[in-house]
């Protein structure tokens, strides 16, 4: 069963910043966060990842929190093309088999 | 580099029917994941299969469903005597280690169950 819960949809000004929640209360040490997005029933694609620190690469940025409670990915600048589910999921470790658990998602709409 | 490869892209079959899906790993990945996304919902793991091996099958369905992964060729999701619960995108990922920090997902089989 999916840890995380998100909001179910969300809405974003073209050319502006992006700001997804995620709730993930009950996450432990070793578990790591992970974003996925699906654009419009495609495959999933990874976006980022991260254990305790922030972290940044070319498509966004994820901040978590000091108590890592909750996180929040980043897109900077919203297009059109970002328009998809994004996917906040929680997995132990990062070298193991175990699955990624995706809930239902937070379905953001880029506005022109 | 091609990537995660899925076939047929999308499936018709009638109640009662066979369906099989294929899925080829991007090259150089032995660890293939079975994922299916009923409409309107997320993702759900079915299936975690390292070459000739399956690792974890705990969820997928007690019957009717089968994985496999032989030593050459791809991975094949098998379901038998499909019911139109079954209608649904079947997503397969890849990855080069033990699960490693990212899944690569192929664009997915949408089966119809008429």
């Known amino acids: 069963d999916a840890k995380t819960t998100q909001p179910p949809s969300m809405d974003c000004a073209e050319g502006r910043a992006a700001n997804l929640p995620c709730n993930h209360s009950?996450?432990?040490?070793?578990?790591?966060v992970y974003w996925y997005r699906q654009i419009h029933s495609q495959g999933p694609q990874y976006i980022i990842h991260?254990?305790?620190n922030n972290e940044t690469n070319e498509m966004a940025s994820l901040i978590i929190t000091e108590d890592r409670k909750s996180s929040t990915l980043i897109l900077p600048h919203a297009t059109l093309r970002d328009t998809a589910v994004y996917y906040c999921?929680?997995?132990?470790?990062?070298?193991?088999?175990?699955?990624?658990?995706f809930g239902t998602g937070t379905s953001l709409t880029v506005i022109p | 580099n091609a990537g995660v490869m899925q076939n047929p892209r999308h499936l018709v079959r009638r109640r009662g029917q066979e369906a099989r899906l294929r899925c080829s790993p991007m090259?150089?990945?032995?660890?293939v994941y079975w994922y299916r996304q009923l409409p309107e919902e997320g993702l759900k793991f079915m299936v975690y299969?390292?070459?000739?091996?399956?690792?974890?099958e705990s969820g997928m369905p007690k019957e009717r469903f089968s994985a496999e992964f032989p030593k050459e060729g791809p991975s094949i999701l098998r379901i038998q005597q499909v019911v139109r619960g079954d209608s649904a995108a079947y997503f397969c990922?890849?990855?080069?280690?033990?699960?490693?920090?990212?899944?690569?997902f192929g664009p997915g089989t949408r089966l119809t169950v008429l």
């Open positions: 999921i929680v997995r132990v470790g990062a070298n193991t088999g175990n699955q990624f658990y």
């Open positions: 990922a890849s990855s080069n280690s033990a699960g490693g920090y990212e899944q690569f």
């Open positions: 090259k150089g990945h032995s660890h």
């Open positions: 299969l390292q070459k000739e091996n399956i690792i974890d």
């Open positions: 009950t996450i432990s040490g070793n578990e790591y």
């Open positions: 991260g254990l305790k």
